[in-house]
């Protein structure tokens, strides 16, 4: 990969050479003034560009499902049984967020120079949302970064026909195109408050819990070098993990 150039640009600057993780429109939060970067070569092609919206999820709630367990035992029977759970929450409220991940096709292929030159390129934009973070002159929150989940060859999302299909019944591309970036918080209304047992979801669904799709690795890998990591947070459409980053006391980013 040759030079890459980032600056902040404005929310409206088009970027028709870049397309989302899904083809469609990317996920976004309810920050009024979420600032954007955009990565470019050397000769001023657009290469990738990420958002950072402050404090999200106070305007508009913004719900995600949290991975747990549960445990069913009986000793007189000698049986024991543990199962994978979801619970819908609020518990990454507040926190700052990166996403608006739009990438160029070129860097989107399987092939192993690809994947490190989206690597390199996602390095360098996490770089300067990270000074932003830095020069804040509030203390630094937690950090999020939602990551597309699987889709299968059709572009359809194995969790979300799982499980959020049963509660909308719509898919989820024609869903987000219409609905827009506040289509996560639209259908997170719609979805059962109570424990889910993952075991009643089909085998792809529940294969396709936290995972990331095969064009986002690059991402999480970049944001795993920033100190990311997977805390069984998901996203309640497509089942895509949910990086985060929280500083130590007293540091920054």
């Not at 929150?141 to 939602?146: G, L, M, V």
């Not at 506040?182 to 085998?203: G, N, Q």
């Amino acid at each position: 990969m040759n030079t890459v150039h980032v600056h902040e640009i404005p929310h409206d600057t088009p970027t028709p050479e870049l397309s989302s993780f899904g083809g469609g429109p990317s996920p976004a939060f309810d920050d009024p003034a979420p600032r954007h970067w955009l990565a470019t070569d050397a000769h001023g092609q657009p290469l990738a560009r990420l958002s950072l919206a402050r404090r999200i999820g106070w305007r508009t709630p913004h719900a995600w499902y949290r991975l747990g367990w549960a445990v069913h035992s009986s000793p007189e029977l000698q049986l024991f049984g543990r199962q994978r759970t979801l619970l819908l929450g609020h518990d990454l409220t507040g926190a700052d967020a990166l996403g608006g991940w739009a990438l160029a096709p070129a860097l989107r292929e399987a092939s192993a120079e690809a994947q490190e030159g989206a690597q390199e390129v996602w390095s360098a934009l996490l770089d300067a949302a990270w000074l932003a973070l830095a020069a804040a002159d509030t203390p630094t929150a937690p950090c999020i970064a939602e990551l597309p989940g699987l889709a299968d060859d059709d572009g359809q999302s194995p969790f979300w026909r799982g499980l959020g299909q049963h509660f909308h019944h719509h898919g989820l591309a024609a869903s987000r195109q219409q609905h827009g970036a506040a289509f996560d918080s639209l259908v997170a209304e719609l979805l059962p408050r109570h424990l889910v047992y993952a075991s009643f979801l089909s085998p792809a669904a529940q294969a396709a819990m936290g995972q990331c799709a095969s064009s986002a690795l690059p991402l999480r890998r970049a944001l795993q070098q920033r100190g990311f990591c997977w805390r069984q947070h998901i996203t309640v459409t497509d089942g895509g993990a949910v990086m985060e980053w929280e500083a130590p006391d007293g540091a920054t980013p």
